[in-house]
């Protein structure tokens, strides 16, 4: 069965609209529930854009550096930082990322991050991630078809 979580965690909240952002923002990103919430994010985009598979949690480092690229972006005030998630997880204790990001998908299950839709999801069913959103909603726009 496949389950619609109606709790879905929200990144980016401590962003205010301002004309002219910084983009050259100097957050440095660590292990904070915060920044944990974006590699989730990011994490989840990139498995929804490879139409990976549903997980109940990741069962290694290997597994978890497989969906570890692309670019990680913290949004405070009108400061934008944005890094190389690669350089970001080189830069964190591997053992306690691993934790704490497997601690979000038992919380929230796997997240569904496209362009037109973010959902999460609980299934004890084998599913692709991306399949089954364009199942649900054939027009769905993924990240890297904008790119």
């Not at 972006?73 to 204790?93: A, K």
């Not at 973010?118 to 991630?129: F, G, N, R, S, Y």
């Amino acid at each position: 069965m496949i389950k619609l979580i109606d709790d879905i965690p929200l990144i980016n909240t401590k962003r205010t609209f301002v004309a002219m952002p910084n983009f050259a923002g100097k957050h440095v990103f660590d292990l904070s529930d915060y920044d944990m919430l974006i590699y989730y994010y990011k994490l989840f985009e990139n498995r929804t854009n490879e139409d990976k598979s549903y997980i109940d949690k990741y069962s290694s480092l290997k597994e978890l550096e497989e969906d570890i690229y692309g670019k990680c972006t913290h949004i405070e005030g009108g400061d934008w930082t944005t890094r190389d998630f690669r350089y970001i997880y080189d830069s964190l204790d591997k053992e306690e990322f691993l934790n704490k990001i497997n601690a979000l998908i038992e919380g929230y299950g796997n997240l569904i991050n496209t362009y037109t839709i973010v959902v999460c999801i609980e299934a004890d069913e084998p599913i692709k991630l991306l399949s089954f959103i364009k199942s649900e909603v054939p027009d769905v726009e993924i990240w890297k078809e904008l790119k």
